[in-house]
């Protein structure tokens, strides 16, 4: 789960982490009255779950409440990369000189939690990891012992910190590194950390990335999560227990486990399609999981045709295809589909697709040519049979009788070799004696 700017850097004050005195308005009148409060040049903040509001318009910085108010306006109810902005921060403006990078990921290749920052702050750190990776600290954290006092010491001095701003940094790297695990986090950042005119640290903005897997631990951080701000998809694939992520691409994927659905992704991939999501239906999946699987696909525009591949197990065929039938009694589409069923019940699960138009298939390789063609709105095309093996018996050389003389001389010198080299060995091991 994502958190918004607000709810992280409120997470990251109780770390010792400096943030902006602040609040959160949802309308132009609210926003005014935390200026007047705050009685300083304000920023004024879009929260969405994405990065680079910044570039997209939704932070403006204001000097007076009138100022505040108006950039309100204009920042509620915009759209920034597909998210409606309802709420913004109202913050204290910063006195910027210098904009630095802080965060901590997990780095999955090292099996560590890695500290990273950079001088080069403010941008995302993507853009400064593809242009000048060279800007980029790292330190690993070894899980048993923890963030180190020389690590932190060796990061302040690198990005050239100064006398008390590297206490200060020990402080903010500890309260990031312990507010990162404390959240059971795969992201917690710091961009900009701010170098104030008068040389203080200043956290401006802060994301935390929470770890779905472990949110039965935070009861807290569930409460908080911002339902407005997922997709419709999303929200409701975590009501069915699904698991989905939307992709780019034109074939919707529907897969029971994991490891399946990667290899249908590839095998999309490999025949020239692009899958328009992951989803795994996961074992033993009922009609009706299976229906708002299908609902969820169809719901994305991009798809062109869907792909079932299911390998029954525990989960059988036959409720897939009735949840299948079910979701089309829901949902009528023109969206051409293709399915692969084998395992458990396969042959009741064809009877029951039998009256929905669906082209099936065998083999997964064949399903995944069938949906990539009719994506495309082509007409599948079974490839030509190969032709079938005949044996032809190879025609003896006749050899001539001058090569006949050759190879009975290189045969016989080839004979003679290891003979000699027998003879010799013994030889040399005798002189070295
Ligand atoms: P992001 O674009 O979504 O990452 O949003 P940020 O909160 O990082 O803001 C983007 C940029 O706006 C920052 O890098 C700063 O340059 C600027 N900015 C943010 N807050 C302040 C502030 O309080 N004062 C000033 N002067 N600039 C700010
Ligand atoms: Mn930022």
Redesign the pocket.
Known sequence: MKLH?YQSKQIFARYGIPI?TGRVASTTAEVRQIAVELGK???V??QVL???????G??K?ANSPDEAEQAASKILGMNIKGLTVRKVLV??????QH?IYLGVVINRAARRVTMMASAA????IEEVARVSPEKIIKVLIDPFIGLRDYQTRQIAFTLGLKGDQIRDFGVIANGLYKAFLDCDASLAEI??L?ITGEGKLLA??G?IVTDDNASFRHQDLAAVRDVDEETSSEAEARRFGLSYIQLDGQIGCMVNGAGLAMTTMDIVKLFGGSPANFLDIGGGASADKVAAALRIILADPNVKAVLFNIFGGITRCDEVAKGIVQALGQVPTLVPMVVRLVGTNEEEGRAILAGAKMQTASTLVEAAQKAVAAAKGEEYVAPPPSPPVVYKPRKHRVAKPAAKKTVAKKTAKKATKPVKKAAKKPAKKTTRK
């Open positions: 700017e902006p040049r304000v920023v903040k879009s994405v990065g680079g509001r910044g570039k997209a939704g932070v910085v913050d204290e403006a910063a006195d910027i904009e702050g403010g941008m995302e961009n900009p701010v401006v903005d994301k």
